[in-house]
T-cell receptor
């Protein structure tokens, strides 16, 4: 999982602002995922993409948007429509030939 | 869609004892079941996984069992050590992965 990077590590946002979280991988993985983790809870799937220029909604996609223009990049935008965005966001990727997901270090987003 | 339930939510054991965490899943099509360990503020790390064509898998002090008929799988940690203290997540997957809510394991020295 050292080949997956997320930036920034900490992010502060004012209410009403959109913010974009970066996720990059150099593992040549086809599939990429975004999860949200709230304190004391598990990981909930926001969006995933199994191939470039294609992505699907997960369980909690409302208020979020993604793009997959390049294989190595899967940015997540948290829009002002997301009413409670403060959370730890984790990106993951997996190769087509494997089910194993490898996680990035995460971005902790705080809305002020 | 898939729904994964995990129990217990917290588990405290004495060093050297065994720890068992159990998960159930709803989608019989799920065929891949990983377990992740997450330390505070860190990313989840895969510790062991099992596929639906296997009933049991062991890696040193860690083992996982799968009962496809009952749709449940379990993580077993033997000879626990303080450094095993963390939050453990189970997951079930076919094309996309769903996670359990996590178990906070505390190993007391």
């Amino acid at each position: 999982d050292g080949g997956i990077t997320q930036s920034p590590k900490y992010l502060f946002r004012k209410e009403g602002q959109n913010v974009t979280l970066s996720c990059e991988q150099n593992l040549n993985h086809d599939a990429m995922y975004w999860y949200r983790q709230d304190p004391g809870q598990g990981l909930r799937l926001i969006y995933y993409s199994q191939i470039v220029n294609d992505f699907q909604k997960g369980d909690i996609a409302e208020g979020y948007s993604v793009s997959r223009e390049k294989k190595e990049s899967f940015p997540l935008t948290v829009t002002s429509a997301q009413k409670n965005p403060t959370a730890f966001y984790l990106c993951a990727s997996t190769a087509t030939t494997s089910d194993t997901q490898y996680f990035g270090p995460g971005t902790r987003l705080t809305v002020l | 869609g898939e729904n994964v339930e995990q129990h217990p939510s917290t588990l405290s054991v004495q060093e050297g004892d065994s720890a068992v965490i159990k998960c159930t899943y709803s989608d019989s099509a799920s065929n891949y079941f990983p377990w992740y360990k997450q330390e505070l503020g860190k990313r989840p790390q895969l510790i062991i996984d099992i596929r639906s064509n296997v009933g049991e898998k062991k890696d040193q002090r860690i083992a996982v069992t799968l009962n496809k008929t009952a749709k449940h799988f379990s993580l077993h940690i033997t000879e626990t050590q303080p450094e095993d203290s963390a939050v453990y997540f189970c997951a079930a997957s076919k094309n996309d992965m769903r996670f359990g809510a996590g178990t906070r394991l505390t190993v007391k020295p």
